[in-house]
């Protein structure tokens, strides 16, 4: 969540100071919970100043400014280093282990490429010798479906008697709707 501004701070404090109504009324004038009207008005008649607090914590960087620099250079030297590549190269030239997810954030913040995949599976390319086309078996052929705008109206009864399938000859669908017509 993020602090709020020093304006409403002021705000709030002015609107108490000025005797506009108790804590609980500011704190639902401003919207904001009763401690947090409480403090604002400790902190400025202890003279701490209103301005939020500067948010503090996170891990410190893995990588320093050495590091930083052997990975450009090594980028350089090698664009299409996959993120193992990198992340092995950093172990043993400056002595850092870091997961590939780490490795991929450094390069995004140093405004680097990065590769995700090693040669054979280039990303953004099709599927690599070997492999069948995506979407069907290896060794199928695709499924060719027969429209109906193609058949005249006059053939709705052969297509009952032998199917929409295309298996049998033309004389043998004739011969079936002859006798079934008997």
């Known amino acids: 969540m993020r602090a709020y501004s020093t304006d409403l701070r002021q705000k709030i404090v002015m609107a108490y100071e ?3 109504g108790t804590l609980d009324d500011m704190a639902s004038i401003f919207e904001v ?41 090594r980028v350089a030297q090698q664009p299409d280093a996959t993120l193992e590549g990198l992340a092995a190269y950093l ?61 005249s109206f006059g053939d709705d009864q052969s297509l009952r008697a032998c199917g929409a399938r295309r298996t049998w000859s033309a004389r043998a669908c004739r011969a079936i709707t002859d006798e079934g017509s008997l």
């Open 18 to 20: 000025s005797g506009e």
């Open 91 to 151: 172990k043993k030239r400056a002595r850092v282990e870091m997961h590939l997810s780490t490795v991929c954030r450094v390069l995004q913040k140093l405004g680097l490429p990065r590769k995700k995949k090693p040669g054979g599976c280039r990303a953004g390319r099709g599927r690599p010798a070997g492999f069948p086309p995506s979407g069907r078996a290896a060794g199928s052929t695709p499924l060719h479906l027969h429209r109906r705008n193609r058949l």
């Open 33 to 73: 919970d009763r401690r947090t009207v409480s403090r604002l008005l400790h902190r400025s008649r202890q003279g701490l100043g209103l301005s939020p607090k500067p948010l503090g914590g996170g891990y410190p960087a893995i990588l320093d400014e050495k590091g930083l620099d052997l990975l450009r250079q």
